[in-house]
């Protein structure tokens, strides 16, 4: 949550800006929400959030965002938690732990100084290998719910195969024409075809009804869980990607609006969930590439990411709790291409691990390149390594379904790699006197005369 201290006043850029391009702000505003609206939907008929409450909370934290920073910074789900919970079907309680535990942690490496610590000691094969990792859990898990729930004509004539084709063929024309909202217009496909389905159902529709606010306290079991299973791999993904990559994703994007510090966007972050959490809220934090997407699609102020957060914090007040049974009849079919979609999207980070574009980041993050390389230009077993790595952590995540144990099996062969350098360095100290190996002390002390 944005600092409530020396509040800086953004809000003449932002009324200039929306006065001046209000239809480029409002269409930036909704570039991010092909990955928010999938996880929300399927974390929310999954019964792992509370709607109500992520609406609420998500939309608070958008307007403070938009106001605090100027900036239009997205408020988007931990996509690493997100893609655990959906596969493991978490409980509230569970995605709340790795919540408020990804926040603590995140808190202590602000407050420390320990993030710029942190980016220079993770290298960008375990990140990508985790963001890799959880999009194809998300597409394994789409999948699976497809293949198993849905027939050519079956379960309904809004929700059978024939709309997953045609979903599919939408999501290929959309990765022709990428200013296309296409997760926007199949969510908005989607609602239709529930409202129809419950309206000839004769069930209940969304109607008028406060926000009535409950705690969710996890279990000594749920924080276990939550933790290991989800939490320790969030860390690394939301340090490098959510807070150190935004930064300076930020100065270049908009370098006429002042950049905000590593500390301060760690500290938002770390509010957001240690507040929303305990009330079913779902796990949320700034993205370098949700920052991209809603300046791709026009948002240039927080005036963008403010009329959001005005809107979803009306539904959610208002009719948050009667949503619930229209997203229970959201069509399978649509929501599984939609999860593939942001899937496809998190695992497509991989293709720039070996780029010039990811070496030169990672070499801004820490303040100069890795240490396994030399220059600017990666050797081929470099790059060889550095793929191994990524697979490692991607593989391990994926067998075992669980962040941690990839992030684990990441660094473990990360620092494998750096052991013939470690030996070489070590040698060359010792040839050059700097190292000396300790000797006996012979003919020393007492019961030596004959």
Request: with cysteine; hydrophobic share 50%.
């Amino acid at each position: 949550m944005p600092l409530p201290f020396s509040f800086p006043n953004h809000t003449p850029r932002a009324l200039r800006t929306i006065r001046s391009r209000p239809l480029s702000e409002i269409s930036g505003a909704l570039g991010d929400l092909g990955t928010f609206l999938p996880l929300l939907t399927a974390l929310t008929i999954n019964s792992s959030i509370s709607l109500p409450a992520t609406l609420i909370f998500s939309g608070l934290y958008n307007i403070l965002t938009g106001l605090y920073f100027g900036l239009p910074l997205p408020v988007q789900p931990m996509k690493a938690i997100a893609a655990v919970a959906i596969a493991k079907h978490f409980s509230p309680g569970q995605i709340g732990a790795a919540g408020i535990f990804v926040g603590a942690v995140i808190l202590l490496f602000s407050v420390t100084g320990l993030l710029s610590w942190f980016a220079r000691v993770i290298p960008t094969p375990v990140v990508k290998g985790i963001q890799v990792g959880a999009g194809l859990s998300l597409i394994m898990s789409a999948g699976g719910t497809l293949r198993s729930a849905l027939g050519w004509t079956s379960p309904s004539w809004a929700d059978n195969n024939v709309w997953v084709i045609a979903a599919v063929v939408g999501l290929s024309l959309s990765a022709i024409y990428p200013r296309i909202p296409y997760g926007l217009m199949v969510f908005i496909l989607g609602i239709f075809f529930s409202f129809t389905l419950l309206a000839t159902s004769k069930h209940n529709l969304p109607s008028f009804g406060l926000w009535h606010p409950s705690i969710s306290i996890p279990t000594g079991a749920d924080w276990r869980t939550g933790i290991l299973d989800a939490g320790l791999g969030q860390i690394p993904l939301t340090t490098l990607n959510s807070i150190v990559a935004v930064v300076y994703l930020a100065s270049d994007l908009l370098p006429e609006v002042s950049t905000p510090s590593t500390k301060a966007i760690g500290l938002s972050v770390a509010g957001m969930n240690l507040v929303g959490c305990w009330f079913g809220a779902m796990p949320v934090c700034h993205g370098s590439g949700g920052l991209a997407a809603q300046f791709r699609f026009g948002a240039r102020s927080g005036a963008s990411i403010i009329i959001l957060g005005a809107f979803k914090m009306a539904v959610g007040l208002f009719f948050g709790n009667t949503l619930v049974g229209l997203l229970g009849r959201f069509p399978k079919s649509l929501l599984g291409v939609m999860v593939i979609a942001a899937g496809l999207e998190l695992a497509g980070v991989g293709e720039s691990l070996n780029t010039e574009r990811a070496w030169d980041l990672q070499g801004r993050l820490t303040g100069g390149l890795e240490e396994e390389g030399s220059g600017t230009v990666l050797t081929e077993e470099k790059r060889k390594q550095r793929w191994t790595v990524m697979l490692v952590t991607v593989g391990m995540l994926v067998a075992f379904k669980n962040d941690g144990v990839g992030f684990l099996a990441g660094m473990a062969c990360h620092w494998t790699y750096m052991i013939p350098g470690f030996v070489e360095r070590v040698r060359e100290k010792y040839e050059e006197g700097r190292i000396r190996l300790p000797v006996g002390r012979v003919g020393r002390g007492r019961g030596t005369s004959a």
